[in-house]
């Protein structure tokens, strides 16, 4: 009897521990990594992210930081992501990578990964590439050139040329001053493109959307066509910076700061 009630206690025992096992293995994981690089004011930066929003902060200094946030569901999602980084002087690419999937089911596993950089003010934000995200620029004045599938996008006081593609989501643009930019380029397929120019600007607008109003406050006119879609052509001032909009489904407003 005793050697029955040991083994039954010995079985629960196993039961107990493999529990807690699975329990550990399934809890959620967070994970913060900050990092420090001397940087030079126009050096280059480029970020690719699956999951998770991107925000640069500018500041008056002589680096860049980075805090990243790391969220999975489980041990076993947070072991397949790693963020690659290279870095010099001038130039720091930054890379989420996931692990291959194969032979494992990952439909109810979750993850994501936050950055926020700190730069210098006229750093180049040339490459920046997200899928499922916002991108958040806060006063940051160099160039800009960026990919979106799923998310949006706000900036204020660029003063560089910009190129800019979004599948899904809004982008909202303010540019304090065009005296740096040669041209500005954004794309749309679904979503809404603000665009905010000094009212002083000089600039060239050539804009058309498939389906979607155009509207702006330089007095262009805008014509609708007949059966779908609107264009705006024009220049402000002496039309130095060109300025190319197109849109598939959403509007188009080019606005006055």
Wanted: contains cysteine.
């Amino acid at each position: 009897m005793k050697t029955t009630n040991n083994l039954k206690k010995a079985g629960l025992l196993s039961i107990a521990v493999m529990g807690l096992s699975i329990g550990s293995a399934s809890a959620e994981v967070n994970e913060t990594i900050e990092k420090t690089w001397d940087f030079d004011s126009d050096g280059r930066i480029q970020v690719e992210n699956v999951n998770g929003d991107v925000t640069f902060r500018s500041c008056d200094c002589a680096e860049v930081s980075m805090t990243a946030h790391i969220y999975a569901s489980s041990q076993e999602m947070r072991d397949r992501i790693s963020i690659d980084i290279s870095d010099s002087s001038s130039s720091l690419r930054v890379k989420t990578k996931y692990k291959n999937n194969r032979g494992s089911s990952w439909n109810h596993e979750r993850s994501e990964v936050t950055y926020t950089f700190t730069v210098p003010n006229s750093v180049r934000l040339d490459g920046i590439e997200l899928v499922n995200g916002n991108l958040n620029i806060e006063g940051v004045t160099g160039q800009l050139d960026a990919d979106l599938v799923n998310g949006e996008l706000k900036s204020d006081g660029l003063t560089a040329s910009t190129k800019v593609s979004m599948v899904n989501g809004d982008m909202e643009l303010k540019f304090s001053e065009l005296s740096d930019a040669r041209s500005i380029n954004l794309n749309s397929v679904n979503g809404n493109i603000y665009l905010y120019l000094p009212s002083s600007a000089n600039a060239s607008i050539d804009a058309e959307t498939v389906s979607g109003r155009i509207s702006n406050d330089f007095g262009i006119e805008v014509i609708k066509h007949k059966y779908v879609g609107s264009e705006m052509r024009g220049s402000i001032g002496n039309g130095d910076v060109q300025i190319d909009l197109e849109n598939v489904n959403g509007k188009i407003a080019v606005r006055s700061l």
